[in-house]
């Protein structure tokens, strides 16, 4: 599987079969999805915790994988909390950047990085 060949409804058809597999669907709650996306947030964030800016963009090979292991766990249970709450994941996305391009038009916000308020009181 890669990005370019695999598609969103792939992802989460192997997610919910995953779980169903194992009965989890009793654990697999919006509650649980949710803090378990932190939790995985917090871990990811760990690897950064006390890199300098530069230090985090030049990575060794061992802590991409980790940082990817990570980043995985984040995104599985993101598919799992879309099955949960029957979201499609595509079209969520979508609206939320169509949204985004309002809220920061590139001609107002290009090389900033306010929080989309700002961008409002300071027109």
Known sequence: MNDRDTTLQQLKERMADFVRERDWEQYHTPKNLSMSIAIEAAELMEHFQWLTVEASKRLPVEALADIGEELA??????????NTLQLDLAE?????MD???RKYPSEKVRGKAHKYTWYQENE
């Not at 766990?73 to 879309?82: H, K, R």
């Open 92 to 96: 969520t996305v979508s609206r939320k």
């Open 99 to 101: 949204k985004n391009i």
């Open 73 to 82: 766990d984040i995104v599985i249970y993101s598919l799992s909390l879309a």
